[in-house]
């Protein structure tokens, strides 16, 4: 997958995607990242990117000039098709099935303000979708940017080691809170590990785990859960853990 970034910052970006399995994704070529700045598509001596807002008010907005000649040429350097995304507050809440679609396209371009933000004009005329990753404000795109590169990366096939997609598990296949996790010393003045995950009884261990998930979705993450769509093993496992909901 390629995916092409317009910042202001492309340091940050490339940066934040150097290390962990973001930064090994790229080196084996299964993610291609880009950045591209408006700046060095801005004209005159002083290369402006902003300027006031029509209206008053603080701040600055970003010109539709230097964006469009930046997106034009992140156009021009590859064929494939790509949806343009602008990361803001007011977008889309990102959800791990959007992640899963993103994941699944050749090539997507993402957008990122600063300051107040982009004239409207472009986003209406070159945005095809605006994602927010959160009810909070930041300084600008690039977090969010980051934090999509970082998710969409991590489900290319060949991404993730074996012991890596063990954990992907949980969330990927049913949408469930992760279970707790312990290792050693299996005896410890903050606690004991529990004594079903030191049983070698590895039908019992699976079972605790998805109780363990089950309730501390229920308990922390009732909006995930439909409680109703449970299956009848899951139901009576949840019941069983609300009786004793200690891990
Ligand atoms: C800044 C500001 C300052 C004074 C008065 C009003 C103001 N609004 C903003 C503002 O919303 N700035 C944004 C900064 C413009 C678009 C890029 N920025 C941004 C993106 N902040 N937070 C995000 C973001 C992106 C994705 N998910 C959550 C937040």
């Given at each position: 997958m390629r995916i092409d970034v317009i910042t202001l910052f492309p340091d940050f970006l490339a940066q934040s995607a150097a290390l962990g399995v973001v930064g090994r994704a790229q080196e084996r070529g299964l993610m291609s990242l880009h950045g591209w700045n408006p700046r060095d598509y801005a004209e005159g001596?002083?290369?402006?990117v902003d300027d006031r807002p029509f209206g008053g008010g603080p701040g600055m907005v970003m010109l539709i000039e230097p964006l469009q000649a930046c997106l034009e040429a992140v156009r021009a350097a590859d064929p494939q098709p790509a949806p343009v995304i602008y990361l803001s507050p007011q977008g889309k809440p990102l959800t791990q099935a959007r992640v899963r679609e993103l994941a699944a396209l050749p090539r997507m371009i993402l957008l990122c303000g600063r300051?107040?933000?982009?004239d409207e004009r472009f986003l209406a005329s070159a945005v095809d979708e605006e994602i927010s990753i959160g009810d909070y404000v930041l300084s600008g795109g690039e977090l969010g940017a980051a934090v999509i590169v970082d998710a969409v990366t991590r489900l290319q096939?060949?991404?993730?080691n074996d012991a890596e997609s063990a954990v992907q598990d949980s969330f990927e296949g049913d949408g469930l809170l992760d279970c707790p996790h312990y290792s050693q010393p299996a005896s410890h003045p903050l606690g004991d590990v529990p004594d079903v995950l030191r049983s070698g009884n590895h039908a019992a261990i699976a079972r605790w785990r998805r109780q363990q998930s089950l309730l501390r979705t229920a308990q922390r993450r009732p909006d995930l859960l439909d409680e109703s769509s449970l299956s009848k093993a899951d139901k009576a496992l949840l019941a069983e853990a609300r009786k004793d909901p200690r891990p």
């Open positions: 001596n002083y290369r402006r300051y107040e933000g982009v096939e060949g991404a993730l």
